[in-house]
Each structure stands twice: as C-alpha cells, then as structure tokens.
C-alpha cells in the first residue's frame, strides 16, 4: 500500500469527497441530474407575438444571491449556524439552475438520518438538525427562509457523507505521526451525483454507502443503540463498596448486582433472570449470579474469577453515559481505519487489548497475547509491511533507550549496567571494545559513538524470534524471554515494541512456506543458535491500532482499558465543530 497521503485528506474540492460514498451505489451511477429530466418545451411564439422574459422565481434568486456571497468569499449564516460545504454548494446548485432542491419527502428523509446517526456515535446538532426542524415547522416561508432552508439540508447531507467516509476529526490533529491511507474515491462528476441522489430521494441509501462495510462497524452501531437504549431506560444501579463478595456468600448488595447484570444482559446469558430461583434467598450470591458476573469480568478484559472484588466493582459502577462515550470514540475510528482492513493476509495489533491477530480475508484465523509500551513509552498507531522475520536475533539498545536507561548509569561510569543487561560495546567497525577502555563519562545518548548490542541467546529481550516491518518508530513484534508478563491482564510494560505469545505460530503463517518454513524447519533453524534473516515471498500488511471498544465471539460488548488515556480527548475533539484545519476547505 502506498503511503502518499499520510493521512491528509486529498487535493480535491469538498464535493469529491462527499460522493465517494455515492459512488459505491450502482443505482446512483450513470443517473442524469433531476434539472435535465425536468425540462418542458417553450410554448411557442405567434410571428405576431412579443417574446416575454419569464418572471423569476424569488426562491431561485435568494438560491443564487447566497451562492454568489459564498464563492465571493463571504459568511453566510443561517439561524446561527455556519454552513461548511461552501465549495460544493456552487456546482451543485447551479447545475440544476438554482432552483430548490429539498421537498418536503426529501427534507423528512433527512431528518430521519439525522436522527439514525446518533447510532454512528455523530450527534444530530452538528448537522444543523434544530434549525431545519424550526423551518420546516414553518406553516408558510418567505422566499428567503426557504432558499435557506434549502441550503442547511445541502449542507447538513453533504457533512454526514463526508464524516461517515473519512471520519469527523481529522486523525492529523490528534496524532502528528498518523500514516494510514485515506478511504480511496472516483473521479466522478460529483456535484451531479450529490444532487440526483437529493432530487431522486437516495439520501438513505446514499448514507448507508458512506459507512465503512466491515463487520466491526456495524457491531459498534448496534452496541452503541443497544446502550443509548439503556441509558434511556434510566442506566444501570450503582453499587456500593464494601467486602468482596464469593459465592455462596450473603450481602445485602446481592439484589444490586442481580439487576446490573440483568440489564446488560449477563444474566440472561447466564440462564438467570433478574430474581433469584425460587426459594433462594435474595441476598444469597449463587453459582448462575458467579457465572453471569465472570462473563462481565470476561468483557471488561478483567480475571474472571468470578469474584465481586474492587477492580470487578469500578468496572461495573462506570456510568452507561461513559460507556456510550467509549462506543462512540471507537466507532469514529473505524471510520478513519477500517477500510485499511482489505482481502488477504493481514495482522492487526490491538494496543488497548494487549492482542495480536492474524486475518485472512477479513476473518481472524489466530490470535495471540502481547505486551506493548508503557504509558510514557507508547506503542504508536501506525501501519507498515512486514517484509522480513529474523531468527536468533541480536539486539541492538535503541535511542530511546539508550538514553533513559542506559546514559544515566554510564555516565557515571557505573559498567555494571552493561554486564546485567549482557550488552558487547561494538564501534563503527563493528568491532567489540573493552568497556574498561572507554570513559562514559564523555558521552551523552547524542554524542555516543558507539553501539550497545546483546548477542543472541537464551535471555535476549528479543527471545528467539523478531518480525520486521521498516518505519521510523523502531516498533517491531518478538519473541520474549519474560513469559510471566502474558499473565497479567494489563500488559504495558514494554518500551514500546510489541512482544509476542507464541510467535513462531505467526512466522510460520506469515512465511507460508509449509515445505521449507513449517514449525519443525523453524524450531530447528532456532536450535542452531545462529541469526539469521528470512525474506517473505510477499509483504505482509501491519496495523497497530488502539480500539478500546468491541464485540466478542458470543456478541457481548467488550470495553477494554484505556492504557494511554486517549479516550477523553479524542470524544473531545468527536464533540468540537467541524474543523478542517491544514485538509482543503470544504
């Protein structure tokens, strides 16, 4: 995949953009605009008769007046709100000579996206949803308030394409080193396609066009309705702290927790129900409450051990209002990553889940564990291509590293870091050097002239096995000889390079050589001890992405933690207007 973009929206008008998703709707394509269907024959002219210049419509005019104050670079705001879509509106108006384009059927089938898209985690009053109720409810409109009644609806339909395609927030803004390629479009004549879907009443299918088709995002719409049907059904109890609560155990809390689990539906999926069998007391934590409470400590990626402890309990205390919250950020990046997730192999790194999956065609065919970085050694959010798998590998201490936690003790020339972390000093020669020859106390992390490497071996950090794939991040997956870490539920401890559970299964899919390259010609290349490098027959794509929201294999809704803290300020920004920053204006 190229890399061209970097995230930047591409170099075309607004209205490009908005009718990728059009483009994808056969029904839609080859369609002439509404404006020449509509033409009617000129009566004709008696040779008698004086021609009669046919009076303008004061909807049209008002139409154009706004448009022309808009291409001369002029605000036009309507009942307070800005319009966005100010370089489509030109081409598409004047395409159907600048008459009206919304009646009343199509305006109603826009309100009812309007409010659908909430289930897209996209709120209705970023797409002036109050103003175009207010005149719609009008019983009459001047020639002026329909012209911008008429503009609103345009603008508000050209938006939600635009956000369902490419996303509301720019991912740039958030993340300077964001690489992911932007969703791909037809050079078609979009400004005809945008105004015959209005005229021809496509909104709904044109929108639906819009949304990315991968499975994950359709499981992300129905959570999200799922929950905000929750939320309007009051929420869920809150249940008080106290002692932990095992089973076979009284507490008075028991009822709470029988109703919380009732309503996101673990009970049920338990075989229980939100009262307790008959003749059990009601306060008595039973065997089908332990086992519905395991399956929510399941989907909060907590240790289902069945047991009402403090961590179980914040978990289930978050408000269904937070939850929403973290549906909604997860299903915006969908909208800016999923349709990198394309036919044939891929591995897909999920930071917040501490997982590594293997995909084929669309479809998980392996997962593993993985430890990924600490919160101030972050794993970035990047894609590249594996190219090669290197076995025995050596490992070289890189930048980062070396300056926070090697520099500090051989600047004091405390050697001892050296023989604890069995690392050779190698010159530019690649030479190994005495490391009682050198004074560290010269040097920083910047003026360092040499190279600190751990030959291959049982305890590299590397372990026997390292999956390349080239970026600036130094970022790789490996092997790892600290396997204790895998058991811990939450796994950042890495300074910011991916280890691996089990990673001789993913080179042995990612080679996809069952002659040369099986697990036996692995294992025994491994137990030769020497390093050696491994060329794929074909890149591989990678994607390290950060979803802290998803579905499981049983369909329950998944919340993971938020190892990095990204959640709040991305909803934050979902939440700001509409803003292009350095992307082509709309």
Same mark, same amino acid.
């Given at each position: 995949?190229?890399?061209?973009?970097?995230?930047?929206?591409?170099?075309?008008?607004?209205?490009?953009?908005?009718?990728?998703?059009?483009?994808?709707?056969?029904?839609?394509?080859?369609?002439?605009?509404?404006?020449?269907?509509?033409?009617?024959?000129?009566?004709?002219?008696?040779?008698?008769?004086?021609?009669?210049?046919?009076?303008?419509?004061?909807?049209?005019?008002?139409?154009?007046?706004?448009?022309?104050?808009?291409?001369?670079?002029?605000?036009?705001?309507?009942?307070?709100?800005?319009?966005?879509?100010?370089?489509?509106?030109?081409?598409?108006?004047?395409?159907?000579?600048?008459?009206?384009?919304?009646?009343?059927?199509?305006?109603?089938?826009?309100?009812?996206?309007?409010?659908?898209?909430?289930?897209?985690?996209?709120?209705?009053?970023?797409?002036?949803?109050?103003?175009?109720?207010?005149?719609?409810?009008? @019983?009459? +409109? %001047?020639?002026?308030? &329909?012209?911008?009644? *008429? #503009?609103? !609806?345009?603008?508000?339909? $050209?938006?939600?394409?635009?956000?369902?395609?490419?996303?509301?927030?720019?991912?740039?803004?958030?993340?300077?080193?964001?690489?992911?390629?932007?969703?791909?479009?037809?050079?078609?004549?979009?400004?005809?396609?945008?105004?015959?879907?209005?005229?021809?009443?496509?909104?709904?299918?044109?929108?639906?066009?819009?949304?990315?088709?991968?499975?994950?995002?359709?499981?992300?719409?129905?959570?999200?309705?799922?929950?905000?049907?929750?939320?309007?059904?009051?929420?869920?109890?809150?249940?008080?702290?106290?002692?932990?609560?095992?089973?076979?155990?009284?507490?008075?809390?028991? @009822?709470? +927790? %029988?109703?919380?689990? &009732?309503?996101?539906? *673990? #009970?049920? !999926?338990?075989?229980?129900? $939100?009262?307790?069998?008959?003749?059990?007391?009601?306060?008595?934590?039973?065997?089908?409450?332990?086992?519905?409470?395991?399956?929510?400590?399941?989907?909060?990626?907590?240790?289902?051990?069945?047991?009402?402890?403090?961590?179980?309990?914040?978990?289930?205390?978050?408000?269904?209002?937070?939850?929403?919250?973290?549906?909604?950020?997860?299903?915006?990046?969908?909208?800016?990553?999923?349709?990198?997730?394309?036919?044939?192999?891929?591995?897909?790194?999920?930071?917040?889940?501490?997982?590594?999956?293997?995909?084929?065609?669309?479809?998980?065919?392996?997962?593993?564990?993985?430890?990924?970085?600490?919160?101030?050694?972050?794993?970035?959010?990047?894609?590249?291509?594996?190219?090669?798998?290197?076995?025995?590998?050596?490992?070289?201490?890189?930048?980062?590293?070396?300056?926070?936690?090697?520099?500090?003790?051989?600047?004091?020339?405390?050697?001892?870091?050296?023989?604890?972390?069995?690392?050779?000093?190698?010159?530019?020669?690649?030479?190994?050097?005495?490391?009682?020859?050198?004074?560290?106390?010269?040097?920083?992390?910047?003026?360092?002239?040499?190279?600190?490497?751990?030959?291959?071996?049982?305890?590299?950090?590397?372990?026997?096995?390292?999956?390349?794939?080239?970026?600036?991040?130094?970022?790789?997956?490996?092997?790892?000889?600290?396997?204790?870490?895998?058991?811990?539920?939450?796994?950042?401890?890495?300074?910011?390079?991916?280890?691996?559970?089990?990673?001789?299964?993913?080179?042995?899919?990612?080679?996809?050589?069952?002659?040369?390259?099986?697990?036996?010609?692995?294992?025994?290349?491994?137990?030769?001890?020497?390093?050696?490098?491994?060329?794929?027959?074909?890149?591989?794509?990678?994607?390290?992405?950060?979803?802290?929201?998803?579905?499981?294999?049983?369909?329950?809704?998944?919340?993971?933690?938020?190892?990095?803290?990204?959640?709040?300020?991305?909803?934050?920004?979902?939440?700001?207007?509409?803003?292009?920053?350095?992307?082509?204006?709309?």
């Amino acid at each position: 995949m190229k890399n061209t973009t970097a995230g930047r929206r591409p170099n075309r008008g607004f209205h490009h953009l908005c009718i990728a998703a059009l483009s994808a709707t056969a029904a839609l394509a080859g369609a002439a605009p509404a404006a020449a269907q509509a033409q009617t024959a000129a009566p004709q002219a008696t040779p008698t008769a004086v021609a009669r210049m046919p009076a303008a419509d004061p909807v049209t005019e008002a139409l154009r007046e706004r448009i022309e104050a808009l291409n001369a670079g002029g605000a036009v705001t309507i009942e307070g709100e800005a319009l966005y879509a100010t370089r489509s509106m030109a081409p598409i108006y004047a395409g159907n000579g600048y008459q009206p384009l919304w009646d009343r059927a199509r305006l109603q089938s826009l309100i009812e996206v309007l409010k659908d898209i909430e289930d897209d985690g996209l709120r209705p009053q970023d797409y002036h949803f109050a103003p175009l109720q207010k005149l719609m409810q009008r @019983p009459t +409109l %001047r020639p002026l308030e &329909a012209a911008n009644l *008429d #503009l609103l !609806a345009t603008d508000a339909y $050209s938006l939600i394409l635009y956000h369902l395609y490419f996303g509301k927030v720019d991912p740039v803004s958030l993340d300077p080193n964001w690489n992911f390629d932007t969703r791909e479009i037809k050079d078609l004549d979009a400004p005809a396609f945008v105004r015959d879907a209005i005229v021809r009443n496509r909104i709904r299918s044109s929108v639906e066009a819009a949304r990315p088709s991968h499975w994950m995002y359709q499981a992300g719409r129905e959570s999200l309705a799922a929950y905000r049907h929750i939320a309007a059904l009051g929420g869920w109890p809150r249940i008080p702290e106290g002692a932990a609560i095992k089973v076979g155990a009284t507490d008075p809390r028991v @009822p709470l +927790l %029988r109703k919380r689990l &009732a309503i996101t539906g *673990d #009970l049920p !999926a338990a075989g229980g129900s $939100s009262r307790p069998a008959a003749g059990a007391a009601e306060d008595l934590y039973d065997a089908t409450l332990e086992a519905a409470l395991k399956r929510a400590q399941r989907r909060y990626r907590l240790e289902p051990d069945g047991v009402l402890g403090p961590t179980t309990l914040r978990a289930l205390n978050v408000p269904v209002e937070q939850r929403i919250g973290q549906l909604r950020v997860n299903l915006e990046r969908g909208r800016q990553v999923l349709h990198e997730v394309k036919d044939g192999p891929l591995v897909v790194v999920d930071i917040a889940g501490f997982e590594v999956r293997y995909l084929v065609d669309r479809k998980r065919v392996w997962r593993t564990r993985a430890v990924v970085g600490q919160p101030f050694r972050e794993t970035p959010v990047f894609k590249a291509m594996i190219d090669n798998i290197v076995i025995n590998p050596t490992w070289t201490v890189p930048p980062g590293i070396l300056a926070k936690d090697i520099m500090p003790s051989l600047k004091r020339n405390d050697r001892s870091v050296l023989a604890r972390k069995k690392l050779s000093v190698i010159d530019r020669n690649g030479n190994k050097v005495n490391p009682a020859a050198i004074d560290f106390s010269r040097y920083s992390a910047s003026n360092f002239p040499y190279m600190l490497r751990q030959d291959a071996g049982p305890g590299n950090a590397l372990g026997v096995v390292k999956i390349n794939f080239p970026n600036p991040h130094l970022v790789y997956l490996h092997d790892t000889p600290s396997k204790a870490l895998f058991e811990e539920n939450m796994r950042t401890f890495s300074s910011g390079c991916i280890r691996t559970e089990r990673p001789l299964e993913l080179a042995e899919l990612l080679l996809n050589d069952a002659t040369r390259w099986n697990r036996a010609g692995l294992d025994a290349a491994v137990a030769t001890g020497e390093t050696r490098t491994v060329r794929l027959a074909k890149k591989v794509p990678v994607l390290i992405i950060y979803w802290t929201a998803d579905r499981d294999e049983d369909g329950g809704v998944v919340f993971k933690p938020d190892p990095y803290s990204r959640d709040a300020r991305e909803l934050a920004a979902l939440d700001s207007p509409f803003r292009p920053g350095k992307r082509p204006k709309p």
